[in-house]
Structures are given as C-alpha cells and as structure tokens.
C-alpha cells in the first residue's frame, strides 16, 4: 500500500558517515536530513552554529551552504529528497527524535534500499512521506509541549516511549514527583482525561495504523499495542472506535 503524500517527495540519494574527521563546507540543490547515529557534532550554516548528540535530526533546506564539526568519532547517516512542501524550505534547523521508534528506522530503510537495488523509486517515496508526516507530528508535539508543565512532558514522554508497556498512574506519578491527583488534574486540564485514557487513545491510534497492513494479525497488532489477550483487545478496540478489529480492516481492503 503505498502512502499519500501532498508534498511529492521524490528521493535522490542516501549514506552514512562514519569518522572524526569534519566534513567542508558544500550544499545541495535538494533538501537534506542528517540523523546523528553516535556522537555529537554541530553544523555551521548561514552565520548560525546547530549542535546535536545522538538522536539529533538537522533539517537542512536546498542550496545550503554547511559543513559538520565534529567531536570525536560520529556516525550520521544522512537523506536527500526534493520536495515543494514549505516545511523543509523554512530554515535550517534541528529536532530530538530520542524516544521516537519510527524515524531512525525508516531512515534506515531507505538507506538499505539505496545500497540494495538502484529500482527502489516507489518504495523510497512512500518511506519519505511516511518520515515527512512524522516528522511534522514531533514538530508540532514540541511546539505543543512548550506550554505545557514540565511534570506533563516528563509524563507524556514516558507514556509514548513505550505505549504497549503497561503504566498505572501510580507509577507514572512517583516517576515525576508528583502525586496521583495532580498528575490526573494535569492531564484532564491539557488533554480533557486522565492518563490512562490518553495511553488507550494512543494505542487505540497506533492499531488503526497497524490494521492497514496486511500481514500481520490481529493478535500480533493486539500484542503491539499492549493487550496479550485478543478478546480483550477486541473489545476495547470495538468500544472506542465502534467497529471491530476485522470489521475495519476489511473496510480498509475494499477502499
């Protein structure tokens, strides 16, 4: 299946750096997305110094002048694309992936697809807008989280590095220092319920997402988004989306 993308990304070109010797100043026509794997390094452009560790993504719009300092040995792995949407053609800039399981992924993906075969055109494209719409999701999430209280962060932070783990606000409240009733007023005044809820909505997300490919099953999906027993599953899901498991993914094949 492959992704819709208003922005038509069309891939160019993909690699690793691995070293400690620092790269020169050079640009390209087209837009480039450097992941630092290991290390720290920072990226001069345009009169202004971006410094990132492992984890960090710069984001750099085509025809930019940059080189990359580095501290010691680094490895980044890196991503050329064209792509008219004016997320990327704003400014240089950098965003924190930590915690994120799909970008260093797909990034990955695409970097073995290139050494793979010189056919992968359809496959790359797709990866990118899946990366593009993720990545303007963690953008507006740190816009989003600037105000909110810094207990929250901590709190949805730790509920999306794993959301098939299981949480009680017990934990999550001894985690931030913060007791139960504050936490669950937090949540109800930022989010309008409690965290629990916030949790079962994500998941409840995430196995719509799931239920769209095809070759994994509904107790795999289930498990994925923390639910060992089907049934269960079943039920919550049918409850918060009012359709079943099955029910929507054969929605899904007739579209």
Known sequence: MQIKNSGVAKFIAAGRFSGSANVAMHQHECIEL????QG????ATNGERLEGGADTLFMLPPDTRHNQINKGHVI???????SPDKFFTAQARILSVAGDRWISRWIS???????????????ADSLLAALIDRLKHIENNSVSQLKMHPV???AVRLIESDIAKARTVQHLASSCN????????????H??????KYLQNLRMSYARKLLAEPYLSIKEIGLMCGYEEVNYFCRIFKKHNRISPGSLRMRNYKK
């Not at 720290?40 to 990226?43: D, K, N, R, V, Y």
């Not at 993906?109 to 496959?123: C, E, G």
């Open 152 to 154: 929250l962060i901590s």
């Open 76 to 82: 980044t792995d890196f991503v050329l694309f064209k």
């Open 109 to 123: 993906d695409i970097l073995d697809l290139h050494k793979s075969s010189d056919n992968i055109a359809v496959q």
């Open 34 to 37: 450097v992941l630092v794997v």
């Open 178 to 189: 913060i007791s139960q009733s504050h936490l669950n007023a937090l949540f109800r005044h």
């Open 40 to 43: 720290e390094c920072g990226i």
């Open 191 to 196: 989010f309008g319920c409690g965290p629990l």
